[in-house]
Each structure stands twice: as structure tokens, then as C-alpha cells.
């Protein structure tokens, strides 16, 4: 299960490295359309293409933050899990040694 989070996480890191949020694309067609760039194919960004990249920034913080939250949750999880175990075996043991085996 962890190193499927792990995976998933990486490809998000990968996909996201490579292009434009689609609020920075959103912004960047809205820009255009208001003329605050020159033109489509232009380098600068406008006022809405870099509100929009801050906001998907924010959204992939968000998600990362997300990630680690539930990453922490099964990793308490299965520590439970492993001393449920433990606790489960003494009290085998127990009624073992009670019944004299």
C-alpha cells in the first residue's frame, strides 16, 4: 500500500513538473482574450496566468500535504496493528501457560 502512495506521488510530481496547471492555462487564455499580453504564442505571463499558477501551486501543496497526512495515518495504522499482534500472542501465551502446555 505505501509503495503504491509512494508511486502514485511520483508520477503526480513528474506530471505536474511537466506543463502548466490548468489554472495557469485557464489564466493564460484569459489574458489573451483581455489583451493584457500581446498574443497567444507570447513568453510573458499576464495578471491571470500567474494568479492562476500561484493557485495551482497552492492546490498541489495542498495535495502533497494530503499525501503525507494519509501516509502518516496507515503508518500509525499498521504500529497499532503490529502491537495488537504482540499484545494478541502474550495473551495466547498466557492461556497456554494457564492450561499448562
Known amino acids: 500500500m ?4 509512494v508511486l502514485l506521488a511520483a508520477l503526480l510530481g513528474l506530471t505536474a513538473a511537466c506543463g502548466d ?4 492555462d485557464a489564466g493564460e487564455v484569459a489574458d ?3 489583451g493584457a499580453v500581446d498574443g497567444k504564442d507570447s513568453i510573458d505571463s499576464g495578471p491571470a496566468e500567474t494568479l492562476g499558477e500561484k493557485q495551482d501551486d497552492v492546490a498541489e501543496d495542498m495535495n ?3 499525501e503525507a497526512k494519509a501516509d502518516a495515518l496507515e503508518d500509525a495504522a499498521e ?3 503490529e502491537a495488537a ?3 494478541a500472542d ?3 501465551n498466557q ?3 494457564t492450561r499448562g502446555k
Open 95 to 97: 492461556a497456554e501457560q
Open 2 to 5: 505505501r509503495v503504491t502512495t
Open 79 to 81: 504500529e497499532r496493528r
Open 64 to 66: 502533497r500535504a494530503k
Open 32 to 34: 489573451n482574450r483581455s
Open 21 to 24: 496547471g490548468p489554472r495557469e
Open 90 to 92: 502474550a495473551l495466547e
Open 85 to 87: 499482534d504482540q499484545q
